[in-house]
């Protein structure tokens, strides 16, 4: 079975430009998260899909960010207008129903610097 | 809401020697899921343990092993017979109650030394 695949493993943009984050989860499963790490700080939640509809994004930091997970299946996270702070790791995560009760497969991540 | 804590930054151990990796969370659930992953260098994120809170047997995999103390919330990782290829960050996550997703610790960062 395939993992969660994201690409690009790596972005460098310059401040103000706007950067799309890809996601494959694993094939079947329903539940798809995206997280955040800024360096040297905890893992943070930012949204999680049921198919193709947002369950929960109240971890977005704010509307430069946007989700979309067409028909169910990829899932996209771009950021518009890219700022300094966004820079760290962007994983994206997958799992099947019910939930999380035997944790999440994660995608490799990709880092994001916005110089 | 619910945090998890894991105080020790960054820990170093010997190879072969044991090691024990602290983690605390805060719930005022009673019925929830604890785990343990490791992020090597390379980047992907492993699960390497699993908890469920209505189990007071503590769960092993290997040389991996937790210590799951539920009144006191600790949920500590012991690592026997550490190899070099266990360095890496490992990060305690709790999941449960109305949070919908997994929360995570800082991590710590553990280094095997030869």
């Known amino acids: 079975e395939a993992g969660v695949t994201q690409f690009p493993s790596h972005s460098v943009i310059e401040k103000g430009q706007t950067v799309t984050l890809r996601c494959d989860p694993i094939s079947g499963h329903d539940n798809l998260y995206w997280y955040r790490r800024v360096m040297g700080k905890e893992i943070k939640f930012l949204l999680h899909?049921?198919?193709?509809?947002?369950?929960?994004e109240s971890g977005m930091p704010n509307n430069r960010f946007l989700a979309e997970r067409t028909g169910g299946t990829y899932s996209t996270l771009k950021v518009q207008p890219a700022e300094l702070e966004d820079s760290g790791v962007y994983f994206c995560?997958?799992?099947?129903?019910?939930?999380?009760?035997?944790?999440?497969?994660f995608g490799s991540g990709t880092r994001l610097t916005v110089v | 809401a619910q945090t998890v804590t894991q105080s020790q930054p960054e820990m170093s151990v010997q190879e072969a020697e044991t090691v024990t990796l602290s983690c605390t969370y805060d719930t005022s659930e009673n019925n929830y899921y604890l785990f343990w992953y490791k992020q090597p260098p390379s980047r992907q994120m492993i699960l390497v343990i699993r908890q469920e809170a209505y189990k007071q047997q503590n769960a092993t995999e290997n040389r991996f092993s937790v210590n799951f103390q539920k009144a006191a919330k600790s949920f500590s990782l012991k690592i026997s017979d550490s190899q070099l290829g266990d360095t890496a960050m490992y990060f305690c996550a709790f999941y449960g109650g109305s949070q919908g997703n997994l929360i995570f610790g800082k991590g710590t960062k553990l280094s095997v030394k030869p």
């Open positions: 995560a997958s799992s099947h129903p019910p939930a999380g009760i035997y944790g999440y497969t």
């Open positions: 899909f049921v198919k193709e509809s947002k369950q929960d």
